[in-house]
């Protein structure tokens, strides 16, 4: 079993920053793709920023120049730095994460979700 816990979010005010940290721990023998994701409410949750197990990052359009994506391999840790913080960026904040598990079917990446951590950014 994998547990994915998030944390760092609160209240901001405007053009202020925040660092969201999101560890996995159980059994785990390899992470693959780690991203955060975002729920504003009466909105589907979109992808916010990915980072490969190779460090490959991308970002959604909004977050580029202001949010930093990056992970701890060794802690099983992911982060996201959030600078410049506008109000639409507003949301819950989810954590996935990819774990490598042996399954029926052989071997395979298996995505877990975090609980989420709100972020509420004031004018």
């Known amino acids: 079993q994998v547990h994915v816990v998030e944390s760092g979010g609160g209240l901001v005010q405007f053009g202020g920053s925040l660092r969201l940290s999101c560890t996995a721990s159980g059994s785990i023998r390899s992470i693959g793709a780690m991203g955060w994701y975002r729920q504003a409410p009466g909105k589907q949750r979109a992808l916010v920023a990915a980072i490969s197990s190779g460090g490959s990052t991308n970002y959604v359009d909004s977050a580029k120049g202001r949010f930093t994506i990056s992970r701890d391999n060794a802690k099983n840790t992911a982060y996201l730095q959030m600078n410049g913080l506008k109000p639409e960026d507003t949301a819950v904040y989810y954590c996935?994460?990819?774990?490598?598990?042996?399954?029926?079917?052989?071997?395979?990446?298996?995505?877990?979700w975090g609980q989420g951590t709100q972020v509420t950014v004031s004018s």
């Open positions: 996935n994460i990819d774990v490598l598990e042996t399954g029926v079917y052989g071997v395979g990446y298996v995505s877990y």
